[in-house]
């Protein structure tokens, strides 16, 4: 399939059950509709999201809405600062029947594993997630075991009280696909939102739309679009621009890159197309690249972010020429 790319039943399945996900979730998530799409191109690409915002605008809340759209398992995780690496990984327990160790997986062995306040837990027990969501596998006493497939690990955290919290470290937000704001309703969902929520939590009424084997089979569907050489270059421009960038002292990775073209990869597809625009890859790039990204003192100081340095980025970087004006260029 990835030479000849997905077929047009296989997109109109994807277009299908992403539209019926997306309808479900914002029957809980009222008036946020580029938010839900965005979180759902992450699950189809693989990668793992960061939800990002003050208390009470509904980050659990999507994250619980995206689980229960699947018929899969799910884990819940609610990071505290004593919180141990074992307590999500699992444990190695002594039977004294048997005389042998029997291993008890933890919360991470699910196929979506949901981690509130992820930046209350210490240091050591942020790093045990780092092996299970680049590898999909958790080692315990020296034994590897795999993670089922797909693995979604979406993480909230509130950027604005500090106190007992523990910023997650450079390598740590840079296993995240995206990372995604949620920010305050209109005042006309914020209506239709005490309407809905008024006598009972429409959470509840949520029901699965698909299952967690044909999320993988429309996962391989995503990987086969195609992408153009010049699709890829303006990736790369991108990502190399950041690096470059007076206004930053750490820019994008090269897994930016990758996920960057990914989750690219994962809009098309949802949009019914075979084939990755240009368009694709700018509608992800400041949730993709800015968490990734550490400004300089001056630039925080000027009250710059490290999203406005890469809405700068987009808006600088030339998009790709179309085919035809190059072949117009060349032949004048």
Excluded: W
């Excluded at 884990?75 to 042998?100: A, K, W």
């Excluded at 955290?157 to 305050?184: C, H, I, K, S, W």
Aim: glycine share 8%; proline share 8%.
């Amino acid at each position: 399939m990835a030479g000849a790319g997905p077929s047009e039943a296989e997109l109109d399945d994807v277009v299908e059950v992403t539209g019926r996900m997306c309808r479900g979730i914002e029957s809980v998530l009222t008036g946020r509709p580029d938010l839900v799409r965005a979180s759902l191109a992450v699950l189809l690409a693989e990668g793992h999201l960061l939800l990002e915002d003050v208390p009470g605008v509904g980050k659990t809340t999507l994250a619980k809405a995206i689980a229960r759209s699947i018929d899969c398992t799910v884990g819940r995780v609610q990071f505290t600062p004593d919180l141990l690496p074992s307590d999500l990984t699992g444990v190695n327990i002594y039977r004294t029947q048997t005389h042998e160790f029997e291993f008890r997986p933890g919360p991470v062995f699910a196929h979506v594993v949901i981690g509130d306040e992820i930046n209350r837990a210490s240091p050591k027990t942020q790093s045990a997630l780092l092996e299970c969501m680049q590898e999909a596998q958790a080692t315990v006493d020296g034994h590897s075991y795999p993670l089922p497939r797909p693995f979604l690990v979406i993480a909230t955290q509130n950027p604005v009280e500090m106190e007992g919290t523990y910023p997650l470290p450079e390598a740590q937000r840079d296993r995240f696909m995206a990372r995604l704001t949620v920010g305050y309703p209109s005042a006309e969902s914020e209506l239709a939102m005490l309407d809905s929520q008024e006598t009972s939590d429409p959470l509840t009424r949520l029901t699965p739309v698909t299952d967690a084997a044909h999320v993988g089979r429309m996962a391989e569907v995503v990987r086969g679009l195609y992408a153009s050489p010049d699709v890829k270059r303006y990736v790369v421009a991108l990502v190399s621009a950041t690096r470059t960038e007076p206004g930053l002292r750490l820019g994008a990775s090269p897994r930016a890159a990758i996920q960057l073209l990914r989750a690219a990869k994962s809009v098309a597809a949802m949009a019914g197309r075979d084939h990755v625009l240009p368009d694709d890859v700018q509608d992800l790039a400041v949730p993709v690249l800015a968490h990734r990204l550490l400004v300089t003192t001056e630039s925080r100081l000027s009250g710059r972010s490290a999203a406005d340095i890469v809405a700068d980025v987009v808006g600088r970087v030339p998009l790709p020429e179309p085919v035809g004006s190059r072949a117009r260029r060349a032949l004048g």
